[in-house]
Nanobody
Framework: QVQLAESGGGLVQAGGSLRLSCAASGRTFIYYHMGWFRQAPGKERVFIAGITRSGGSTYYADSVKGRFTISRDDAKNTVILQMNSLKPEDTAVYFC?????????????????WGQGTQVTVSS
């Protein structure tokens, strides 16, 4: 099993940046593909970024491509989401998740473990 804890959320002006971290417990972190999802008020939780267990491949939703970067540091059991050029529509609760699937899933029901989420608010 793995436990996940996000941090780094907060309030930022449009055009600004935030760096979200997801710290994972346990020694099996390297066996998981990792993903970031977000849930805006009144909307479903959606996939925004994923990274393979090797770190060799990354995937992004069109809405964040070119602005967000996902990375992982297996030595620190951490996944990072660097968010640049933030927009008000990026306002949401951001979740990290871990999956044991063969490939990085884009569907939330294919992830095995979830963090509690961190709030990101982008003001205009």
């Amino acid at each position: 099993q793995v436990q996940l804890a996000e941090s780094g959320g907060g309030l930022v002006q449009a055009g600004g940046s935030l760096r979200l971290s997801c710290a994972a417990s346990g020694r099996t972190f390297i066996y998981y593909h990792m993903g970031w999802f977000r849930q805006a008020p009144g909307k479903e939780r959606v996939f925004i970024a994923g990274i393979t267990r090797s770190g060799g491949s990354t995937y992004y939703a069109d809405s964040v491509k070119g602005r967000f970067t996902i990375s992982r540091d297996d030595a620190k059991n951490t996944v990072i989401l660097q968010m640049n050029s933030l927009k008000p529509e990026d306002t949401a609760v951001y979740f990290c998740a871990a999956s044991v699937r063969a490939a990085v899933p884009f569907e939330e029901n294919r992830y095995n473990y979830w963090g509690q989420g961190t709030q990101v608010t982008v003001s205009s």
